[in-house]
């Protein structure tokens, strides 16, 4: 389930506006005009290379952009050094002082600040308490595990109370069990304090966990801007569609309004505004096709052979071969308890329909 909406009735808190970067000819960015509301946690998503690093970046004037402009809070931010532009940063690698204890490591952005040491130590008293590691204090990172160090960063990028905080795949040096606790965390601590959130990630899970809204980026460009939920269910492009969990994808031809061909089958669904006879790709989740015992097809069914199972925790993937699709492989997830019922197994025929709603169309996509 999304959560509520962030402070949208208000004025964006940051902005970009045709914002492009080169490195030489090659186009890291091109055009990202986006905007995200006060107090909202917003995740970059994408593969290696799409440029979600490279946006965060210019967001905090670590690189410089090409073109376009960045605004924060009203304020053109576009050619500010960085120590002016009010953003706390948490880097994949920590970037501790190894010389320097926990209290030290979390209150050395508040040195500079003239705010007095018995200030500075009630701050990181609070930070530390926040993060849950007040008994922490005088250690050193050496002396910490993973998690812990990570915690120490976030607590250190708070400390001078910035208007953004930058998460630059924070998590993802951690093992499993650690990340999906400390995920939590930070969403907790980025629910209690407000503060607007920009975190890159590459894990699709991460993303639709802890976001308000995902930003979901490929070779420079933003892809689709929207919900966790509107991600998964109504992906814009056959990118988002491929990226975000599991979709399969079936070549058929528009026979008429409302129905679909592919192989011997024909799949009821939405075609406008697509023409008939116009060639597509149809999408559709392996969680909405549902199984049905063999005996024959009926109508409307395909007729399939389980070729391989895959045991995923609380449900099962069945990899089905479907001769009157043209030999293509679909995949289908059943809940455990009904595949035992069912007696699924590999080399069992099956059968199997496709709701309307599940189905999206697409145009095929150009060769890269």
Known sequence: MDRPAADNGSAPYLVTTSLSKYFGSF????????????????????????GKTTLLRCIAGLETQTEGEIRVDGRDVSWLPPSRRDFGIVFQSYALFPNLTVAANVGFGLVNQRIGRDAVE??????????????????????LSGGEQQRVALARA??????????????SALDAKVRARLRREIRDIQDRLGVTTIMVTHDQEEAQTMADRIFVLDAGRIEQMGTPSE??????TPFVADFIGVMNFLPVTVVDQGHVRCGDHRFECATA??????????????????????GGARAGQVEAEIRYIEMLGSFMRMYLFCDGLGGLEI?????????????LAPRRRVSFSIPSESIRLYEPEEPA
Do not use: N, W
């Open 231 to 236: 991600i998964y269910d109504a992906p814009a």
């Open 122 to 143: 009630r701050r990181v008293d609070e930070l530390l308490s926040l993060v849950d590691l007040s008994g922490h204090a005088a250690k050193y990172p050496a002396q």
């Open 273 to 294: 505004p697509h023409a008939t006879g116009a060639a597509l790709s149809c999408a559709v989740r392996p969680e909405d096709i549902s199984l049905e015992h063999d």
């Open 331 to 343: 995949r289908a997830d059943v809940r455990k308890d009904l595949a035992r019922t069912m007696k």
């Open 27 to 50: 186009p890291a960015l091109s055009d990202i005009t986006c905007s995200i509301a006060r107090g909202e946690f917003i995740c970059f998503l994408g593969p290696s290379g799409c």
């Open 158 to 171: 708070l400390a001078p109370s910035p208007g953004l905080l930058l998460l630059d795949e924070p998590l």
